[in-house]
């Protein structure tokens, strides 16, 4: 079994910037591929950026390419995910999920984790 519990969420205004943690226990976390993921009121969940186990590989959706940046911890049970230049679009609860795999969640994947998630607020 694995648990996930995510934190750093928030009320900020645009341009700001905002790092989530999602902390994780259980057995072997350390190697499996890690996501965030979030859903918007009214809308669909969507994939934002997933990393592998090893912390190297990294993918992210295009519409916060080159604004967050998601990383992992050295002994590899938080993921972080930096937020920069944030904008009301951004707005949602954010979750981290972890599927059964060394490989970095993606658009495609279907995790088997999810945490309960954490809200991030921007105002314009």
């Known amino acids: 079994q694995v648990q996930l519990v995510e934190s750093g969420g928030g009320l900020v205004q645009a341009g700001g910037s905002l790092t989530l943690s999602c902390g994780a226990s259980?057995?072997?976390?350390?190697?499996?591929?890690m996501g965030w993921f979030r859903r918007a009121p009214g809308t669909d969940r969507e994939f934002v950026a997933g990393?592998?186990?090893?912390?190297?590989?990294?993918k992210y959706a295009d519409s916060v390419k080159d604004r967050f940046t998601i990383s992992r911890d050295a002994v590899k049970i938080t993921v972080y995910l930096q937020m920069t230049s944030l904008e009301p679009g951004d707005t949602g609860v954010y979750s981290c999920?972890?599927?059964?795999?060394?490989?970095?969640?993606?658009?495609?994947?279907?995790?088997?984790?999810w945490g309960q998630g954490t809200q991030v607020t921007v105002s314009s």
């Open positions: 999920a972890t599927q059964n795999g060394l490989g970095a969640i993606t658009n495609d994947s279907m995790p088997t984790y």
């Open positions: 259980g057995r072997t976390f350390s190697f499996r591929g």
């Open positions: 990393v592998d186990w090893s912390g190297r590989v990294t």
